[in-house]
């Protein structure tokens, strides 16, 4: 945010101004060297990030026209650290050296604690900053990400930050067809690695996959179905799907008892309503969905793309998302065990 750069600019700006302005007092007390230089360095540091960070996406979006390459994007860190840390270190140095030209040195330990309070006031100024932002109604807006077409109807995958600075988000999928305009919302992201794989099923169905549960988008009804099916460490699907919640735009507040379903609970249990006690959701206005009978295959689905980052990327722009590594190994695990 502007806002927020600005008043870090000018908090880590004030410090050394005004000492530089007290030559007097700074003459006499060679501890306010670590005040006028440190503050220097890491506004250095933190300009040098906030040139990357706004020039590569405009080299590659505007100038190259085109999405941050992966391994760009997944190293985005690096070069800040190989470059804006050492620099900033520099100027902090070289200033302290022309300050201190036979003069009495100020005790080490300053600079080190006067860094640490530069580093902590504007983490401080960016969390107020962020918080005030996303505690206003303008930033609790819908983002957009706008699906491949399906059967002539208008698929829009929305998300929304629900936490001041965790990666936390409410999601949402609004289907347009002709007059017709329906929102369906999805279990809600509480944290970790960002992703949905698109994935086509039908000529009139998407399948979304997250790292939490998976969704059959079916435009031929207009409907958003919470589906039983479990995946094996993102590999490409292979399962039927039989049983499936339909979604509505409410909230939902808890899903049922083991959801997904196993590949064993769903050959056994062929009773609609004794399935149901499986496979339910909760919705915040007190009702429960549980599943009815839906068929269809996912033998043959084809990858579309992924939705990562408030942006849609095509296969050859990004592969299939994969679950944290943490369920991942947890996963392996288990399975080592049996």
Known sequence: MVSETIIIIIALLLPPVVLWRCKNFCEKHPSTVPFRTVPIGCLTMFCLMLLYCSMVPWLFHKVLETNIPHWLDAAKELPILLLAIPLGIAVIMLLSKRLLRGKEKPNGCLYPVVFAGALILSLAISFCCTFWHRSDQKSRAWHSIFLPRVNQCLVVFEQRPTHPFLAEYDYRIRLEQGQETAYFQLWPNTGGRTFVNVYQVAEDKLLLKDKQASYIIDTTRLQVYLVDYADEDGKP?????????????????????????????????????????????????G???????????????????????????????????????????????????E
Request: hydrophobic share 25%; aromatic share 10%.
């Open 237 to 285: 699907l292979t399962k039927e799907i039989h049983f499936a919640v339909p979604l509505s735009s409410v909230p939902f507040h808890s899903l049922g008892h083991n959801v997904p379903l196993s590949e064993t609970e769903s050959d056994t249990d062929t009773e609609g309503d004794h399935l149901g006690k499986y496979l339910s959701i909760d919705f915040t206005d």
């Open 287 to 337: 009702t429960t969905g549980k599943a009815i009978p839906y068929d269809v295959s996912v033998e043959n689905c084809v990858y579309l793309g992924c939705i990562m980052d408030y942006s849609f990327y095509t296969p050859e722009e990004k592969p299939e998302g994969e679950g944290h590594p943490r369920y991942r190994n947890r996963k392996n695990s288990a399975s080592a065990s």
